[in-house]
């Protein structure tokens, strides 16, 4: 009997692969949920329940949430990574940790197969495939709902034939949680014009008023809240998402390409991602040079891009990482940001490294390193060239 390593969320597409698998094509399946921080303990419960239900012959649930935060999305709040300048990257950056576990745990058993559930039509079925052929090159893939080309419908009617006791009423919406945000999709995002209602967004609108607080961050990582200090940064991330995300900020509609070369809309709601990514950003301008600024944002975008496309096994990618970590080294302080309905404004930055100190003048109003002389002298020569060319030019001209 081959054994085959399930990447199983407990939806309706991996729960037709368990069953197929099984009792199809009489395979050993071994069901693994990874959870990147979107299932607390009750719904694993219910997952593993119904696993059990399906002929597997085992299910283990693998909690990432913090290694995730370590191996991905420290360095999307490093670049301030927002796809598109719009996308915290929710689902792209949370399927690569998940392929990158599924791969290990099939590793470890010495699984001769893995399997996921991704359709044909989207971008998850290039991620895990890809993860899979770089990390276990030589364990086959599978992946009924593709090859079988199966519709919802169908889907339905074999596992109801089989017994099988779920939900099995579409959803109006789709929805995916995990630590970096949820993503949602509806009938408005396949169109172009349309945007979500109230009742698409998974977490309503109940905060009220305005409310400030504090974010620390020590060489670029959110290190406390309100000056309460966590054991790991993900658990930081969670506790602003609970404390933000009621009062509605961070919904908005990402469109972008797609890895198979079409165009795609999602909404999504990230209210802990996108006050994260802010607050680092305004500390960096206060606290690195233009050019090491500049240079982060022509690294960052690409870094983004490559990840979306599934390729964080690229070992391009672990350089990149090595610029943004070292130049994280003086982004530490504390930022100050005011909450209200549907709306954030950063207030300011306190920092032992910012250089916008006063001990070297004011903007606008005087300075104290350079004297009047030296800004005539500086100023003819940094325009030179261009004084150089104008005067050339215009002589050809009369010419």
């Known amino acids: 009997m081959k054994k085959v390593v399930l990447a199983y969320s407990g939806g309706l597409d991996t729960t037709y692969c368990a069953l197929y698998l099984?009792?199809?094509q009489n395979l050993e399946v071994h069901a693994v949920t990874v959870n990147t921080g979107g299932f607390d303990e009750a719904e694993i419960k219910q997952i593993e329940a119904r696993a059990h239900t399906l002929g597997i012959a085992s299910y283990r649930s693998i909690d990432v949430t913090e290694a995730y935060y370590d191996d991905c999305v420290k360095y999307l709040i490093f670049g301030n990574m927002l796809k598109n300048g719009t996308y915290p990257l929710s689902v792209s950056a949370e399927r690569l940790v998940q392929a990158m576990t599924i791969a290990r745990a099939a590793l470890e058993?010495?699984?001769d197969a893995i399997a996921h559930g991704s359709t044909g039509a989207g971008n998850d079925q290039v991620r895990f495939d890809g993860v899979f052929r770089t990390m276990a090159p030589d364990l086959e893939?599978?992946?009924?709902?593709?090859?079988?080309?199966?519709s919802r419908e169908a889907e339905i009617s074999f596992l109801k034939e089989h017994g099988v006791d779920m939900n099995f009423e579409k959803a109006q919406y789709s929805i995916n949680k995990g630590l970096w945000g949820t993503s949602v999709g509806g009938k408005e995002t396949l169109t172009s014009g349309q945007y979500l209602p109230e009742a698409a967004w998974p977490t309503p609108i109940t905060a009220t008023g305005t409310r400030t607080i504090e974010l620390r961050f020590e060489?670029?990582?959110p290190v406390a809240l309100?000056?309460?200090h966590f054991a790991h940064p993900a658990q930081l991330i969670q506790a602003l998402q609970a404390l933000a995300q009621p009062y509605g900020i961070g919904r908005d509609i990402?469109?972008?390409?797609?890895?198979?070369?079409?165009?795609?809309?999602?909404?999504?709601?990230?209210?802990?991602?996108?006050?994260l990514?802010?607050?680092?950003h305004l500390l960096e301008k206060h606290t690195l040079t233009k050019w090491q600024i500049y240079w982060k944002d022509q690294l960052s975008t690409w870094y983004a891009n490559w990840l979306h496309e599934g390729q964080l096994l690229d070992p391009v990618m672990r350089h990149i990482e090595g610029f943004l970590d070292d130049a994280q080294q003086t982004v530490s302080g504390t930022v100050s940001i005011q909450l209200e309905p549907k709306l954030f404004t950063l207030l300011g930055i306190?920092?032992?490294?910012d250089l916008m100190s006063n001990a070297f003048g004011s903007y606008g109003e005087m300075n104290k390193g350079w004297s009047g002389d030296d800004v005539k002298g500086f100023t003819k020569i940094f325009g030179n060239q261009t004084s150089i060319f104008h005067q050339v030019n215009k002589a050809v001209q009369h010419d």
């Open 141 to 150: 893939i599978l992946t009924p709902i593709r090859d079988l080309q199966l």
């Open 226 to 228: 309100d000056g309460e």
């Open 219 to 221: 060489k670029g990582e």
């Open 109 to 111: 058993i010495g699984a």
């Open 277 to 280: 990514i802010k607050a680092h």
């Open 254 to 275: 990402h469109v972008g390409d797609t890895i198979i070369g079409i165009k795609g809309r999602v909404g999504f709601e990230a209210a802990a991602p996108l006050i």
């Open 350 to 353: 306190e920092s032992p490294h």
């Open 22 to 24: 099984s009792k199809i």
